[in-house]
């Protein structure tokens, strides 16, 4: 286990409207309050989307399962926000429902918005976490305190 000890900074609310792109979106949020790292909640709905529910088979490096989003899901999520060589790098998870179907997975492409998508963001400040990429994986995993 490797782990550090940062504190809340700001707190960043935000509201996406319909039709917008929320992952690119999120981004441009992050860029905008020059945030560096922190712990992200939303919900609302998405008109369409792309999600990873997990891998196509165990094993490593895990080759990605992708599900489209179509038609309107509701939505709730949770993600953190770190640095990948110095620049901002998102990792977003949520739970979807439509009607009486569900999935719970990784957005990480387009997902449109439907209606409304709330954002509450509290900034870690005090931290140098970040996220290195591990070969075995083949994939930007959280280094909560650097190597030394």
């Known amino acids: 286990m490797n782990y550090s000890e940062g504190r809340t900074g700001r707190v960043i609310i935000a509201r996406f409207d319909d039709g917008e792109d929320f992952v690119s979106g999120m981004k441009k ?5 020059k945030l560096t790292s922190g712990l992200i909640f939303f919900l609302g709905a998405l008109r369409s989307g792309e999600i990873v529910v997990g891998p196509v088979e165990d094993a490593i490096p895990p080759e990605p399962g992708w599900v489209s ?3 309107v899901w509701e939505v ?5 926000l770190f640095q990948t060589d110095g620049k901002p790098s998102l990792h977003l998870h949520g739970s979807y429902g439509r009607k009486r179907q569900s999935l719970t997975g990784c957005l990480r492409k387009i997902a449109e918005v439907f209606l409304v998508v709330e954002v509450i963001i509290l900034e870690l400040v005090g931290t140098d976490a970040q996220r290195v990429y591990d070969p075995l994986s083949g994939l930007f995993l959280l280094h909560p305190s650097p190597e030394k």
Not at 29 to 33: C, G, I, P, T, Y
Not at 76 to 80: E, P, Q
Request: charged letters at 15%; aromatic letters at 0%; a neutral charge.
């Open 76 to 80: 709730v999520g949770i993600g953190t």
């Open 29 to 33: 949020l992050v860029q905008k309050a």
């Open 69 to 71: 989003l179509e038609g």
